[in-house]
């Protein structure tokens, strides 16, 4: 890490932001974009979560934190993994449009500004997203298809099923 990110956590800490400090650490190192997927990228959401089906602009808009409330009124809970999964790296550039550091200081301003009470909570293991979103009411996380456990309910985007034709997260 250099100098400049040492700094900047520093003094997120000290203002209370350890929440952002966090974000800025497990961003820190920046994955390598595959260039072609072979494993689409599965959209979970809690097994009570009313909602099963998504346009990709609806999932954008969740991700990107502009809408926090599911139609029920339950909160939205978003969990990312870390930048060193691979779906990430996707999901940072079909969902979010966004550089793993453009996502960084989109967080950052997002929460200095007082838009959202929360960032996205950080997870580090397939598993550990699949247990969490089962977990936690109002939840949405994303897992390569091939490493989605029972439990989880996973959305359909745009109609489509992760493998299917036309599945907008491949």
């Not at 966090?22 to 961003?27: K, P």
């Not at 099963?52 to 990312?80: C, K, T, Y």
């Not at 993994?81 to 449009?97: D, K, N």
């Not at 550089?99 to 397939?126: L, N």
């Amino acid at each position: 890490m250099d100098r400049h990110s040492t700094l900047l956590l520093k003094t997120l800490a000290r203002w209370g932001g350890v929440g952002l400090a966090l974000i800025v650490l497990a961003a820190a190192v920046e994955p390598k974009p595959r260039a072609q997927r072979s494993t689409p990228v599965a959209i979970l959401v809690n097994p009570a979560t009313r909602v099963s089906n998504l346009s990709l602009a609806e999932l954008r808009e969740i991700m990107l934190g502009n809408r926090q409330f599911w139609p029920d009124h339950q909160p939205i809970v978003l969990l990312l993994r870390a930048p060193v999964a691979p779906e990430r790296t996707a999901v940072l550039h079909i969902i979010y449009q966004m550089s793993e550091a453009e996502f960084r200081q989109y967080w950052i301003a997002k929460i200095f500004r007082d838009e959202t009470a929360t960032a996205p909570k950080v997870v580090y293991s397939a598993s550990m997203a699949s247990e969490l979103v089962v977990a936690i009411p109002g939840s949405i996380a994303f897992l390569e298809a091939d490493e989605v456990q029972p439990g989880p309910k996973v959305l359909t985007i745009d109609g489509k099923k992760p493998g299917e034709k036309g599945y907008p997260l491949q």
